[in-house]
């Protein structure tokens, strides 16, 4: 009889019975893997001790302790949006920069690694004079809030601007510099700090800056120490410390740069049939532009240095 009732469970089972098991457990899975760490967990475990101790009261006849579960249950939903409110934030930050929800881009991705190029000289010339610095990358989560407590540029991204806003004592010194496509928004902006009690001591309130405003977007931020010099990379709450040129020049390429595809719109592409003209299918990978802004970045650098050998030999040569 037991085999024979299996049987005829498993006969009633459809395909869409399936897909909706299926759906709702990778659902449960994601919302533990994106609350796994934070206080959601102790929170959740609390929720479960009133859930366990309503149907106890309830099995045991306790009526005072049964009533104050059950009323404490009911305003419960309430009581977990306001409790919640950064997991829910968070969870639903994330389904909203799923890349399933967002156009593909294919733009040309030369501006950004020029961009890139700029950042880095930039940082690793700051980290070189151990001049503090802290530079947000915005991505798909908007940091309007964050703008909104700088001062408004709106500039192409340069090294020279870049060095001039982070040298002491400047107006725009104090603060962070907000980066999105391809410009700098903002400078002197103010960033919200992090409440983790297991992020080391050594670290200063640039970098629990760094980390918060990781916690709260899906930006990346380079944090540049004016103790030590060492260049840092915050994403999804975590800290990258003393990263070195070459490895923050691949994080932003792998992060930023969109390799080029064939972007013909349909008018071209008729435009180019009837004129017997052939489309370009030319693609650019993101390794050759790891090597191309890598190049650019020695040349620079030995440019650099060469100056400073012939500063140091015309000064020779005049105390001669």
């Known amino acids: 009889m037991g085999l024979d009732k299996l049987f005829f469970l498993l006969s009633t089972i459809r395909i869409t019975d399936v897909i909706d098991i299926f759906i709702v457990s990778f659902m449960f899975y994601k919302l533990f893997a994106l609350i796994r760490g934070t206080r959601a967990t102790q929170l959740i475990k609390g929720i479960l001790f009133i859930f366990i101790g309503s149907k106890l009261s309830e099995f045991f006849k306790l009526y005072t302790i049964s009533w104050i579960l059950n009323n404490a249950v009911t305003v419960g939903f309430i009581a977990i949006l306001i409790v919640f ?25 030369r501006s950004n690694a020029n961009v890139i190029e700029e950042i880095v000289k930039a940082t690793y010339s700051l980290a070189g004079k151990k001049i503090g610095a802290l530079m947000v990358l915005e991505r798909k989560t908007g940091l309007r809030d964050i703008i909104e407590t700088g001062i408004s540029l709106n500039s192409d991204i340069s090294y020279e601007l870049l060095m001039n806003i982070f040298i002491p004592n400047t107006p725009l010194h104090d603060g962070a510099v907000v980066i999105s496509n391809d410009h700098i928004i903002a400078a002197s902006c103010f960033l919200p700090l992090t409440d983790n009690k297991q992020i080391s001591m050594e670290l200063g309130t640039r970098h629990r800056a760094g980390i918060g405003i990781s916690e709260k977007s899906d930006a990346i931020v380079i944090v540049v120490s004016e103790e030590t010099g060492y260049v840092s990379i915050c994403e999804k709450s975590k800290i990258n410390r003393n990263v070195s040129k070459e490895y923050l020049l691949n994080y932003l390429v792998e992060n930023f ?62 105390k001669d």
């Not at 409110?85 to 991705?109: A, D």
């Not at 071209?268 to 993101?286: C, M, R, Y």
Request: net charge negative; proline share 2%.
């Open 85 to 109: 409110q950064p997991e829910l934030r968070r969870i639903l930050e994330h389904i909203g920069n799923n890349k399933l929800l967002k156009p593909v881009n294919f733009e040309e991705s």
């Open 257 to 318: 740069v969109v390799e080029e595809k064939n972007t013909n719109s349909f008018k071209e592409i008729f435009q180019n049939l009837f004129e017997n003209k052939e489309i370009s299918k030319e693609s650019v990978t993101k390794e050759e532009l790891k090597e191309e802004v890598k190049k650019e970045i020695i040349d620079d650098i030995k440019e650099e240095v060469s100056e400073i050998v012939e500063n140091q030999g015309d000064k020779v040569v005049k």
